[in-house]
């Protein structure tokens, strides 16, 4: 089993970022199904979060980054959602009023009302299955808290920080919804989450590479930053997280790119200024790099922020084919 690297990463497929409530709370509905009929923030001025997502035949996983402290009130889901606070302190309100941590992955069903406290930089993993799933979690109760589950997903977030590319992020998060079906039908999942703290050398490898936008990469150099030889670093990260340092680095950098696109307000976004300024030099062999990582062409991530600025700019419609369509 790897070792357990702490941070999750789904953020790979950020979709919107820093954006107001409105834009914000809309696409989390066409996107989750999770409405919001009332929302309250302490910094009205500043934007409220970002957002990301990923989609398969299995189902979808939605993780809502919280910039600031807020309440969501009257909260609705249209199918049974499982939701899991991945990060920081959140809490959903029951029936009779009190409040429980959403520490515990808890599912809610369709048609249930509740209330939501987020705190500052926390993050709300929403796991949606596909209807035929879905079906299976008729709940007895207003809501339904599976502790089991906890490291289910943590484990799968771990893993889609490292995946190699869209089919394996896709693949895994198949088999999450797999294993999810298998334990609500009464089945057991005999692999566990590995809680064993990385290698140091490795953490001090990725570190190196995440903390370092400017640094060119160096085997040798990244190799000494860490504490190991060239060639017990490659077969550590090889091992560790199924990719290479170079895969690792280029992955962070496509990243970077792909935040640049989703975070840019003009109308005609530099695609190949960005890609040049993290050193891919080639833009059709950027843009193959880009598809096969992230599972749409740079332009599509461009469209789909532009299709979201303008509906809020114009208070005009926004659908979820808008979002979604290749």
Request: proline share 4%; net charge positive; hydrophobic share 35%.
């Amino acid at each position: 089993m790897r070792n357990a690297i702490t941070k999750s990463e789904l953020d790979a497929y950020i979709r919107i970022d820093r954006v107001f409530c409105q834009p914000w709370f809309r696409t989390i509905g066409l996107i989750s199904g999770l409405s919001f009929t009332g929302c309250r923030s302490y910094q009205v001025t500043k934007p409220v979060g970002g957002l990301a997502w990923l989609t398969t035949s299995a189902g979808k996983v939605i993780c809502l980054h919280v910039a600031q402290q807020m309440e969501a009130g009257h909260c609705r889901a249209s199918i049974p959602l499982l939701l899991f606070a991945s990060g920081g302190d959140i809490s959903i309100s029951s029936s009779d009023g009190a409040w429980q941590s959403l520490s515990v992955p808890t599912w809610v069903r369709s048609g249930d009302e509740f209330d939501l406290r987020l705190a500052e930089n926390s993050r709300l993993i929403v796991l949606k299955p596909t209807l035929e799933l879905a079906e299976t979690n008729l709940l007895a109760g207003t809501y339904q808290q599976l502790p089991a589950i906890a490291p289910l997903i943590k484990r799968y977030l771990q893993s889609t920080r490292f995946y190699i590319d869209d089919a394996h992020a896709k693949a895994l998060t198949r088999e999450l919804f797999g294993q999810l079906a298998k334990l609500q039908a009464g089945g057991q999942i005999t692999e566990v989450l590995d809680t064993s703290p990385p290698d140091r050398r490795l953490q001090r490898a990725i570190d190196k590479i995440e903390q370092n936008p400017n640094w060119e990469f160096n085997l040798q150099e990244l190799a000494s930053y860490s504490g190991a030889s060239e060639r017990n670093l490659y077969y550590l990260m090889k091992r560790s997280t199924g990719l290479t340092p170079y895969r690792f680095y280029q992955r962070q950098r496509l990243i970077r790119v792909r935040r640049r696109l989703v975070d840019c307000q003009a109308r005609e976004p530099h695609i190949s200024r960005y890609a040049a300024d993290e050193g891919f030099s080639h833009l059709g062999r950027f843009a193959a790099l880009y598809r096969e990582h992230f599972g749409e062409l740079p332009s599509k991530t461009v469209r789909c922020r532009q299709h979201l600025y303008e509906a809020d700019m114009n208070a005009g419609e926004l659908t979820c084919e808008m979002l979604t369509q290749r």
